[in-house]
């Protein structure tokens, strides 16, 4: 939001995002083993209170040695509105953009209804070099996820709504992510993380991770007994 925090005790603000499955987690099986064209689909809302209005967003999954950058793309959508898109596509959005459509072409393609699966909640403190935008750091901290799959869609927009303790999983963990920025893929090779980066691993104050993702853990962590595969960052976590 551009306000500069007092301390990190009080820096950030809440985001709260719901994720869709089918009831037997195919896109979570698809994603976590990195296939190409592996989607997600959130509905995101920011702060921690009761959803008044949010965002419909997808992410899809593109090789990067093809030179094809991964895609996000999202539409500001009323939450009363959204099943209504899921079932019967954009012409109830008011919002016309290109892609709306084929998002709701891409829900279709599984075959099975998408369900709303899990809710992740954390507040998030953005950093930026003074110099300009060439280092951006996010720092997501008080991280729970939550198997929202036995409430109703009005629940679920509702974080006040209690989920038993065996369906919550609060992180251990901040969540630190560092992007660099680059203008085309050639410049990838090249890219350097800062040297605070290596020097936060060497003190063990971080644990690198690859391609780590809150809806994966959540998954996970809700449903070891369903999955076939596990996220290779928890392995990581585990060695804590």
Not at 95 to 122: G, S, V
């Amino acid at each position: 939001d551009g306000k500069i925090s007092p301390s990190l005790h009080e820096s950030g603000s809440f985001s709260t995002s719901i994720y869709f499955d089918t009831a037997d987690l195919a896109l979570y099986d698809k994603r976590i083993s990195q296939i190409d064209g592996s989607m997600l689909f959130r509905y995101r809302w920011y702060g921690n209170k009761r959803c008044k209005m949010g965002f419909m967003e997808q992410k899809i999954r593109k090789e990067g040695w093809r030179g094809e950058a991964s895609i996000k793309q999202r539409f500001q959508l009323h939450p009363n509105l959204l099943h209504t898109f899921m079932k019967h596509g954009g012409d109830i959005v008011p919002m016309k953009l290109p892609f709306i459509e084929q998002m709701h072409n891409d829900m279709k393609k599984w075959n099975a209804p998408l369900l709303h699966a899990i809710r992740t909640e954390y507040r998030r403190t953005v950093y930026q070099e003074n110099n300009g935008a060439e280092v951006r750091v996010s720092f997501d901290e008080d991280v729970t996820l939550k198997d929202i799959s036995g409430l109703t869609w009005d629940d679920a927009l509702d974080p006040s709504v209690p989920v038993a303790s065996e369906r919550t999983f609060t992180c251990p963990m901040a969540i630190l992510e560092v992007k660099l920025a680059f203008e085309t893929f050639e410049q990838i090779d090249s890219l350097q993380l800062p040297q605070w980066v290596f020097a936060m691993i060497n003190a063990e104050l971080i644990i690198p991770i690859d391609k780590f993702s809150k809806y994966c853990t959540g998954v996970c962590v809700m449903n070891h007994a369903n999955i076939h595969r596990v996220p290779s960052w928890i392995k990581a976590v585990k060695q804590l």
